[in-house]
C-alpha cells in the first residue's frame, strides 16, 4: 500500500473540492492510503511537494489547482511556473501527477475539474501512481 500525498492550492476551493473528489476515488479505488495538505495558490505547490518529499514519508505526490486567466501576465507566471517547478521535481525521479488546471474561465474549469466527460483529478492521480510504479519497477 502507497503514501500518497494530494497537495492542493485551494485558490477556487469548489472547483478544487471536485479535482479531490476525483483523485481520492482514484487513490482508493487503487487500494492506496492519502493525507491532502493545502497551499494558497499553485505557486507554492511544487515548494510543497519538496519539502514533503525530503520526509521520506511518501511515495507519490498529486498536485491539484485552478489556475484562471485574470487580466494581467501573472496567469502565465503562476501556470507556467507552477508546471515547470512541477517538472523539475518529476525529473528529480519523484513520482508526480499534474492536476492543475491553466483555464481561460470558470466554464471551463467545471468541464475539466470532474464531469461525466473529464476527470481531471482522477486522471493526476492515476499518473502519480504511474510513475510511482515505473520508480518501483527500475529500482
Ligand atoms: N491567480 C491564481 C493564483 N494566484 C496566487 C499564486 O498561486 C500564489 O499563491 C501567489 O502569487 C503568492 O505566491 N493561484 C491559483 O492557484 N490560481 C489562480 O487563479
Ligand atoms: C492567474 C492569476 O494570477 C489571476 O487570477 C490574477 O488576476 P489578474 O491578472 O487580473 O491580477
Redesign the pocket.
Known sequence: MARILIVE?R?YAHLNDLLLEGATAAIEEAGHKHEVITV?????IPGAVALAAETGRYDAFVAL????R?ETY?FEV?SNESARGLMALAMDGIPIGNGILTVEDEAQALARARSTEKDKGGEAAKAALAMLALKERFA
Open positions: 492550492a485558490f494558497p495558490g499553485a505557486l507554492e489547482g485552478v489556475v484562471i485574470g501573472h503562476v
